[in-house]
């Protein structure tokens, strides 16, 4: 019986995904990073290096998504308050990085005789770094959240807005193309302001309520398309109207970013954000030209040395300008000195254009994939000069400190305990997370003013985005006694440094949790019915220091009976229920050994 032919894209999956194996590991081995190992795959396996695959912009295409998936998950983390708090650095250090790098870069290119229009855009194509890059490179060493990490990130996302006027530039530079009356610039205006609005409009008012309603239905699966309809979808409006796609996703994560499903949204496209990744930096390899680098290797030489010198100068300058520490500086000018991904778009936009031609938008495109490649390098040298300065006494420029507190306790189950709970840990000015996998209680909750996220605390990564990994004192107040006992074993494994509080829903259940070796745990009717207790007797005449005598003898007894019973059996210690508390007399008083 005759085989049937492999699916498309088969032998190519098998070739990209045995190469990346191979790679990766090697290239984060020497602490290069994994980026570097996506890059050294794609040169490896593309048209230029052992011809397993074909070109690699057909691959760029899709993997592109890998890019706007990033975007999104970013967004995702960042609410419209912080972002508004980060406009100083976005609007004025990145658009300051932005035109001194793009402007030094053009007399660069008119000092060495290039055309005016060949010089801008390649200026300003070179002034932009990697979104995905970069924020790899900070994700991998844990620093997205440091203050140059943030910094960072508002330079970049000033550069992803700056695609836009850049794109609009190469079509005024190429007569015929693109808008050319006022009235026509008018309507392409018009076009853009009513799809932002669109995506902010429908991220403000529809999308919570859809996800409280698939939410209902307990169907992860669709959960997760979801997820990727909204990101895909906001990108795809963008893109219609000739903005960022990536732009568009990280807009309509950001309007995500205070709604209750956040930490699901993120957890649920992390594995295909890391995939689409790892794809579009193997398809960037796919396009670097080895025998046009041998053969240009002196003009590429120079050619990276300017862009990473002249963009590594001008974003220390500015960011020792506007406030940073010589150490966060340092760190951002080798973390942003490379070539972007937006630069082959723009490159590619100049072609079609004739504004550059093939040959050079190739030396062009050579540029940037070598900048990434030292890139890593760069930060690595900076990690071993930090090192050697901390040997010798001198202050590290590694040490990081962060513009907002990592959450103190999550919280794991928002019902009456949980909120009970969460309002003392917050009357000590403490910031908690709380997960629910409910959605009315989440909405409850909400309405009460408390920040209550969709989750699964059986789901590692869930747990790891609401910030489990960073929690002090995680408190477990679901009722289920097998999903917390998922949860603790999962919590142990995970992130053994945790302190785990749990609320025990009854007897069986605390000794089921002393077993697992919990931090604290308590009956969640025990306290309540002491309590209860205390009232009746003081209702019934008994004196206030008869019912202190009579609350410390069952507490005691309630001890020793827990105690036989994790030996025992739960039928242990039956006796010490019914005993009468001991009055005590003015001579066991005075018996008492002095403290």
């Known amino acids: ?11 190519e999956s098998i070739v990209f995904l045995a190469a990346t194996v191979v790679a990766v590991p090697i290239a984060k081995r020497l602490g290069l990073g994994s980026v570097v190992g996506y890059l050294a795959a794609g040169a490896a396996i593309g048209p230029h290096g052992l011809q397993l695959l074909g070109s690699g912009e057909d691959v760029l295409h899709v993997a592109e998504l890998g890019v706007v998936l990033l975007l999104f998950v970013i967004g995702l983390e960042l609410d419209p308050q912080k972002l508004w708090r980060m406009k100083r650095d976005i609007f004025g250090l990145g658009s300051a990085q932005v035109m001194l790098t793009g402007l030094t870069l053009l007399g660069v290119g008119l000092i060495s005789g290039v055309s005016f229009s060949t010089s801008l855009v390649a200026g300003f194509g070179l002034a932009l770094s990697s979104t995905a890059f970069a924020l790899q490179i900070l994700q991998e060493r844990g620093q997205l959240s440091s203050n140059y990490g943030q910094r960072a990130f508002g330079i970049l996302l000033m550069q992803d807005i700056a695609i836009v006027p850049l794109l609009a530039m190469v079509a005024i530079l190429a007569p015929g193309e693109g808008p050319s009356t006022a ?43 979801a997820a990727l309809l909204v990101a895909l979808g906001s990108a795809g409006i963008m893109h219609t109207v000739g903005l960022s796609m990536a ?19 993120e957890a649920d496209i992390e594995p ?17 030209d080895v025998y046009l680098v041998m053969e240009n290797w002196v003009i ?20 020792r300008g506007t406030g940073s520490p010589n150490s966060d500086a340092m760190r951002i000018a080798v973390t942003l000195p ?3 991904e937006f630069a082959f778009v723009l490159f590619t936009a100049a072609v079609s254009n004739a504004l550059l031609d093939y040959q050079t938008a190739n030396l062009l495109n050579a540029i940037v994939i070598l900048t990434m490649l030292l890139t890593p390098v760069a930060c690595l040298a900076l990690d071993k000069l930090a090192a050697r300065a901390k040997a010798k006494g001198v202050e590290n420029p590694s040490i990081e400190t962060f513009e907002e507190a990592t959450p103190t306790v999550l919280v794991v189950g928002f019902g009456r305990f949980g909120m009970v709970a969460a309002q003392i840990l917050t009357s000590e000015g403490l910031e908690i997370t709380a997960i629910d996998n409910r959605p009315d209680r989440i909405d409850y909750a909400r309405k009460q003013g408390y920040k209550v996220y969709y989750g699964d605390a059986t789901r590692a990564d869930v747990l790891s985005a609401a910030g489990a990994s960073k929690a002090a004192l995680i408190a477990m107040c679901i009722e289920n006694d097998k999903v917390m006992g998922k949860a603790i074993d999962l919590i142990r494994k995970d992130f053994p440094e945790v302190l785990i509080f749990c609320r025990a829903t009854d007897r069986a259940h605390a000794l089921d949790l002393t077993k697992r070796g919990v931090d604290f745990q308590i009956r969640e009717t025990f306290e309540s019915s002491v309590v209860f207790g205390r009232a009746a007797l003081e209702a019934l005449g008994t004196p206030l220091d008869r019912i202190d005598q009579i609350e410390e003898d069952v507490r005691h007894r309630d001890e020793e009976r827990l105690a036989m019973q994790l030996t025992e059996g739960m039928y242990a210690g039956m006796d010490r229920l019914h005993k009468v508390t001991p009055r005590k007399t003015v001579s066991d008083e005075h018996d008492e050994p002095a403290e």
Do not use: C, D, N
């Open 183 to 225: 009235a026509q610039i008018f309507r392409e205006i018009i076009l853009v302001l009513a799809a932002v609005a669109a995506v902010i409009l429908t991220g403000r008012y529809l999308i919570s309520p859809i996800f409280l309603f698939l939410a209902a239905s307990r169907a992860r699966e669709v959960m997760l398309t």
């Open 272 to 288: 295909f954000r890391s995939l689409l990744m790892g794809l579009f930096f193997v398809a960037v390899g796919m396009s670097l």
């Open 1 to 11: 019986m005759a085989s049937e032919a492999a699916p498309p894209f088969f032998a």
């Open 338 to 340: 490379q070539g972007g």
């Open 247 to 265: 732009l568009g996703a990280f807009l309509a994560g950001v309007l995500l970013a205070e709604s209750s499903f956040r930490h699901t949204l």
């Open 300 to 319: 590429l030489a120079v050619g990276v040395l300017l862009v990473m010198g002249i963009k590594g100068l001008f974003l220390w300058g500015l960011s």
